[in-house]
């Protein structure tokens, strides 16, 4: 799963990339610094895999992991050339969802594009970019059917009824995630358009240093328009965060204490972005390894085995299962088999998040 994160130039989406993924895409104070979209694999935090990796004593452990794409700054007019163009509107199309940061502090040595810091009419100018974008997508496909309707094809007219409404929808300046969609069909119609501002959101305030805890008044601004969105909201430092990554782990963990911070908004962040894509893990246990794998909610037995191998989805017998609460529980899988409490399920059965399973296969 891909998740793309944009916004304004210079408002610290490579300094979040970076900071996240272990990355070098570069950052410094001047405008469209980022000439290209930067890509990077980050690990899901888990404590159920570090548990379960010390209990097992295992060779290796592997995390859920989320690719997340730093996208250059977009700006007013991008999707007609300007600033850096519109080429990265199509790098968007390919991602599961989007993580839109947002600047939500003061600092006179920090240029801001539009010279002023206004957390809201920045959100709406990426936005109107994104709508114009899905506009000329919707005006093209508009334009195909209008011609092969002629051909007296009733679902090629029904699409098209939905599809001058959707433009319309978007010519008033919303999203086409807040356009009501009525059946099969129209959400059919939807889906292959492929549209950049039909995918979930992640609001991320970039705020100062005195903020982190109880946010600023541009923050909470940037909240309530985004639970207005019904959109998902976090608020960090990435200053903070970049200075904090570059701690040991006793001292990142001493200086969080400090300021009363449970958790990193990096790691907040991360775990959102799992969420909101509708993802959930099932767990493998073993000496050899400990691994969380990634699968969609309300995936069903035989297909969360085909993430592990095709022939285990094709030989699928039974699965083994129990839960990480029970095996905290009673302390082992031998203990959980002694008290009969592995289940045996069958290609049917849906998967629960913190499952862990041994599949029976036969090829």
């Known amino acids: 799963m891909k998740l793309g994160i944009v916004g304004l130039p210079n408002i610290g989406k490579s300094t979040i990339f970076n900071v996240m993924t272990n990355n070098k ?14 890509k990077g694999i980050v690990n899901v935090p888990d404590e159920r895999v570090d548990y379960l990796y010390q ?3 295992a060779d290796k452990k592997t995390f859920a992991t989320i690719e997340f794409v730093d996208i250059p700054g977009l700006i007013k007019g991008s999707n007609k050339g300007e600033g850096i163009g519109n080429k990265f509107l199509g790098d968007l199309r390919q991602m599961d969802a989007l993580c839109h940061v947002v600047r939500c502090f003061d600092d006179s040595d920090l240029l801001h594009i539009y010279g002023d810091v206004d957390p809201i009419r920045d959100v709406e100018t990426i936005n109107l970019e994104l709508i114009f974008a899905d506009l000329e997508i919707v005006e093209r496909r508009i334009e195909r059917d209008t011609k092969a309707a002629k051909a007296n094809d009733k679902q090629i007219k029904e699409d098209l009824k939905f599809l001058e409404i959707l433009r ?3 010519m008033e300046g919303m999203l086409a995630k807040s356009l009501k969609i009525a059946d099969e069909d129209q959400n059919r119609v939807i889906n292959d358009l492929d549209l950049i501002t039909i995918k979930p959101v992640i609001y991320v305030a970039n705020v100062d240093e005195d903020s982190i805890v109880d946010g600023n008044e541009y923050s909470k601004a940037l909240s309530q328009y985004a639970k ?3 959109s998902e909201f976090i608020s960090l430092c990435a200053k903070f965060e970049e200075d904090l990554a570059s701690l040991d782990v006793e001292e990142r963990q001493i200086f969080l204490d400090d300021m009363g911070i449970k958790e990193t908004g990096l790691k907040q962040l ?3 972005s799992y969420s909101i894509l509708d993802l959930m893990s099932f767990l493998t246990a073993g000496k050899k390894e400990v691994r969380a794998w990634t699968i969609k909610n309300n995936t069903t037995a035989v297909k969360a085995a085909g993430k592990i191998h095709s022939d ?3 030989g699928f017998i039974r699965a083994e299962v129990f839960s990480y609460d029970q095996i905290v529980e009673h302390g082992s899988y031998a203990a959980l088999k002694e008290k009969g409490l592995l289940r045996v399920e069958g290609k049917t059965y849906i ?3 913190g499952d862990i399973v041994l599949f029976r296969f036969n090829v």
């Not at 895409?25 to 930067?38: C, D, V």
């Open 270 to 272: 991360i775990k959102k």
């Open 168 to 170: 319309d929808h978007l």
């Open 351 to 353: 998967f629960k998040e």
């Open 25 to 38: 895409a570069q950052t410094s104070n001047y405008m469209f610094s980022t000439l290209e979209s930067n």
């Open 312 to 314: 285990i989805e094709r």
């Open 55 to 57: 209990l097992y004593n």
């Open 228 to 230: 207005n969105e019904d």
